[in-house]
């Protein structure tokens, strides 16, 4: 009889080590002071609105583009980038997937991958640490909260030198060729989407203060009145309000911010349930977000779409 040969000899799987959280070039100077351009400079030219607006300077021209220009990027945000791309709450034809995305990047709040690894990583850690917006990293005194709220309604953009990695919470995204390459493309949308609006007035109007008048309202000041409505859904959202539904953090539902955040304010269901495509479940709440993906499942550009079930609602309404 012959002997049996040895067994080979295999060396034992090296354990992955997990991708960090964090890019391990910290955030530099120029990218800090281009973001902190980006978050200021509208947002004057929505305080000079105001007084501009009284008696000159604003045509129903300017109002109609600034709304389409404001419809369109504030449902890229909360449809496509929300919704679609950071919780996957239905699946989008590649046409519809692809207009979303570059919607969504015309609201000039970042690229859409960094965007969906951002608010992966405010989802992991909400209102605990790492939660890179929480308004209450800094305590629960009155003088705490006032400085935590505008941390996390603006300031942690640019005051955090730290970046979320995309390898890390968004590597679904790095692999869709098509996100990709919008996601490079961003300054190219943004460029659009800052001197589109004052091209259509002033090709409307035939003037140069037509094409004024319109990078003021549609561009400027569209552009400030989104970043403050979404960056309120990170602020306002998380310290006042009503909880209809347990959650381990603080979001909570303000009715008042529903209609212009096309429903992302029912902050307070999304969080107790991340991936329903619907957060105003409960009669009377208002959710354009919601009923635009429902058009989207009718025309049959969207498929698996998570509607609310019952009996999980009524499993996580908070007990009176």
């Known amino acids: 009889m012959t002997a049996a040969p040895d067994a080979p000899v295999t060396e034992p799987r090296k354990k ?10 910290p955030r530099g100077k120029a990218e ?15 305080l000079a609105a105001v007084p501009f607006f009284w008696g000159w300077g604003l045509s129903l021209l300017d109002i109609a583009i600034a709304a389409v220009f404001y419809v369109i990027s504030g449902l890229g945000i909360t449809v496509g980038f929300h919704r679609l791309f950071t919780h996957g709450s239905y699946r989008a034809k ?7 995305a570059i919607a969504g990047s015309m609201a000039i709040e970042g690229s859409v991958v960094k965007w969906v ?5 405010h989802h992991k850690y909400a209102d605990a640490e790492g939660d890179p917006h929480s308004p ?24 955090d030198e730290k970046k979320t990695s ?31 609006p004052a091209l259509i007035g002033g090709l409307v109007t035939m003037s140069w203060w037509g094409a004024l008048t319109a990078f003021f309202w549609a561009s400027l000041v569209r ?37 212009p955040s096309f429903g992302e304010s029912w902050h307070n269901l999304h969080h107790a349930d ?11 709440q208002i959710d354009i977000s919601a009923r635009t993906i429902w058009v989207f499942e009718k025309l049959g550009w969207a498929t698996k779409v998570r509607w609310p079930n019952n009996d999980r609602l009524a499993a996580k309404r908070v007990k009176v």
């Open 32 to 46: 800090r002071y281009t973001v902190f351009a980006f978050v200021f400079v509208p947002l004057l030219a929505l």
């Open 274 to 284: 991340p991936t329903c495509a619907r957060h105003g479940a409960l009669k009377g």
């Open 94 to 100: 590649r046409p519809l997937k692809i207009a979303l």
């Open 117 to 121: 690894a951002d608010h992966r990583r």
């Open 223 to 259: 552009v400030a009145l989104l970043h403050h409505v979404t960056w309120s859904v990170n602020s306002i959202c998380h310290t006042i309000g009503e909880e209809n539904f347990e959650v381990r953090d603080r979001s909570r539902n303000v009715w008042w911010l529903a209609v």
């Open 166 to 196: 995309p390898r890390r919470f968004a590597p679904d995204l790095l692999k869709d060729r098509d996100i990709a390459l919008i996601d490079k493309l961003f300054l190219p949308i943004v460029l659009f989407s800052l001197f589109a």
């Open 16 to 25: 992955r080590e997990p991708i960090p959280e964090y890019e391990p070039e």
């Open 136 to 159: 209450w990293r800094f305590g629960e005194d009155w003088k705490s909260v006032a400085k935590g709220l505008y941390y996390a309604h603006m300031a942690w953009m640019y005051l």
